[in-house]
């Protein structure tokens, strides 16, 4: 059965901040041109916001560029920050930082407490408004060439494909969705992204980008602990000086709070676990005194690129672009991103307009590039650019040079630190480690793998294709096993892989894919970049309510 196509002047992958701005920002300048232009945006969520974690607290400054009157027509941010506080955690102790010392990366005055996902709710409403078309529960899976080599669109994946490959009664072929301009928005790690950065070797001047797995909880806590708007950021316990990470809470309102960690993927002993960590983090006595008596209501975890400015690559190719976490514009020293994902979707969207307008097509919208370079974003970026690179140099020294850094010279120093290995290098064999014994956990604040995955939603159809793919089946026992003691059954946030006994006594990996949070950990971390991450039949993974 063919595959049908569909054309559109822009196609986005993923409706993300970024994606839906862009779609927004595009129909607006039409608006104002009374042009004719047609826009549609592929969501591999069962819904808009689905697939959406983060925090988060929010910097409005680009919301405010992009629909000045979001107030009235009620966007969701509801909460401004009210306090900050910035805590060295030790085992059984805290020292926390005096306002004064504060960098201004950590203060958030001006700033909102938000659920992501409700805002991208919000803002997928905003787009269709305005005559966007949004195709939720599709998974683009494939990058469609001209001959020229340009980017011509997308196709989603087939539907109703059997485990072995094969069309069951179910099937529906793919769509096409071809565009003049494809602008990627997939997140961070994004399947077609990665792709493209290699393809046309977008990276060849970037250095290695630099990933975190964030992990977080929605609570409903007790409303007598409950402090609207205070935001606490930690460093510290549980983790050692030489782990990067760190720790959020934030309260929003009607008594919830977002309770997240971050860990730095350049981790380098095999026996970490993240989640672990994380849960461990939960039992200290000052984030106990504002968990004890509440309720976990939501869980879920996402790998963010935090690489910053010198980690991004070449945004534009022929016929696109990169936009949003897609390509890496979190200001990890703010620890926000969705700002200049909404940024760096206008940006892109004013780019094609503008060739569109003069009747371009599948060429480099080079005008992107360009524009950012001119922004506030870049400066943004540009005073945060080394963050990341001294704090992978440890806690203590890293967090004075940055304090040094900010608060001193407002990041406007005459160097420029560079990172020089990706993530998975940095693993190093399990025999220069200690086995690290994690507490159980009690049920009150710290819980195991697979409460924690029932609580995300998640959700596979059983028969299809399995969408975590191994380039070398043996490679798992054969290296990671042996070398480095099976770091997937710890660096995973979900349960989805095991290793297990044959029924001769050998080990083996068992892939659980059902469990999969969509956090592409794995794809980032194995230590041989053995794993790698491919979409679902659309519709699938976690349903995140309100994260």
């Known amino acids: 059965m063919a595959r049908e196509s569909m054309q559109y002047d822009v196609v986005v992958v993923g409706a993300g901040p970024a994606g839906l701005a862009a779609a927004i920002r595009l129909k607006q300048l039409a608006a104002e041109k009374s042009a004719d232009l047609s826009v549609c945006i592929v969501e591999k969520g069962s819904e808009i916001g689905a697939h959406i974690l983060s925090g988060a607290v929010i910097d409005p400054r680009a919301l405010d560029e992009l629909l000045p009157r979001w107030k009235e027509l ?3 941010l509801k909460t401004p920050v009210s306090e900050d506080q910035f805590l060295f955690l030790t085992e059984t102790g805290s020292l926390k930082l005096p306002q004064f010392l504060l960098p201004e990366c950590f203060r958030n005055h001006g700033n909102f407490v938000i659920s992501l996902g409700s805002l991208c709710r919000w803002l997928g409403a905003q787009a269709e408004g305005l005559g966007v078309e949004i195709y939720p529960g599709f998974a683009a899976s494939e990058v469609l060439f001209h ?3 340009a980017v011509r669109g997308v196709a989603t994946g087939d539907m109703g494909v059997g485990r072995d490959g094969k069309p069951t009664a179910q099937y529906q072929p793919g769509i096409e969705l071809l565009g003049k301009y494809v602008f990627f928005a997939e997140g961070c790690r994004g399947q077609l992204g990665r792709q493209l950065i290699e393809r046309y070797r977008l990276d060849d001047e970037s250095d290695p980008q630099v990933y975190g797995i964030g992990l977080k909880e929605l609570w409903q806590i007790d409303p007598k602990r409950h402090r609207p708007g205070l935001v606490v950021h930690s460093a510290g316990w549980p983790l050692t000086p030489s782990t990067y990470g760190g720790s959020f809470l934030y309260h929003m309102e009607d008594h919830l709070a977002s309770v997240g960690f971050v ?32 309720k976990r209501l939501a869980y879920g975890a996402r790998a963010i690129a935090a690489g910053g400015l010198r980690s991004l690559p070449r945004l534009v190719f022929p016929g696109g672009a990169l936009i949003g976490d897609n390509a ?5 020293s703010r620890i926000k991103g969705s700002h200049g994902a909404i940024k760096s979707g206008m940006l892109a969207a004013e780019a094609a307009f503008s060739a569109l307008q003069t009747g ?20 943004e970026l540009y005073r945060a650019r080394n963050f990341k690179q001294w704090m992978s140099k440890g806690l203590y020294p ?15 120093v005459p160097w420029t630190l560079h990172h020089r290995h990706a993530d998975h290098e940095c693993t190093r064999p399990a025999s220069e480690f200690q086995p690290i014994e994690y507490p159980k956990p009690d049920g009150r604040l710290s819980f195991d793998r697979l409460s924690s995955v029932f609580l995300s939603n998640t959700n596979h159809e059983e028969n299809q294709p399995p969408h975590l793919t191994l380039k070398d089946d043996s490679v798992p026992v054969r290296v990671n096993l042996a070398k480095y003691a099976g770091p997937e059954q710890r660096y995973c946030p979900a349960g989805v892989y095991e290793f297990v006994k044959d029924t001769e006594g050998s080990d083996r990996l068992q892939i659980n894919a059902q469990n999969c949070v969509h956090c592409k950990t794995c794809d980032i971390k194995d230590p041989l970049q053995n794993i790698v991450w491919v979409a679902p039949q659309g519709g699938g993974g976690p349903n995140y309510p309100n994260m």
Do not use: C
Request: hydrophobic residues 35%.
């Open 74 to 76: 009620g966007a969701p």
């Open 147 to 149: 001959e020229s080599g």
């Open 263 to 294: 860990v730095g993927l350049a981790y380098a002993n095999p026996y970490l676990s993240p989640y672990e960590e994380f849960q461990r983090y939960k039992t200290h006595p000052r984030i106990r005194a504002f968990l004890e008596g509440g």
């Open 328 to 332: 890496g514009f979190l200001n990890a």
């Open 360 to 379: 371009r097509s599948g060429d480099e919208l080079e005008a992107y590039p360009v524009a950012f370079k001119n922004s506030w974003l870049f400066d």
């Open 398 to 412: 890293g967090t004075m040079m940055v304090g040094i850094e900010q608060t001193l010279f407002a990041g406007k």
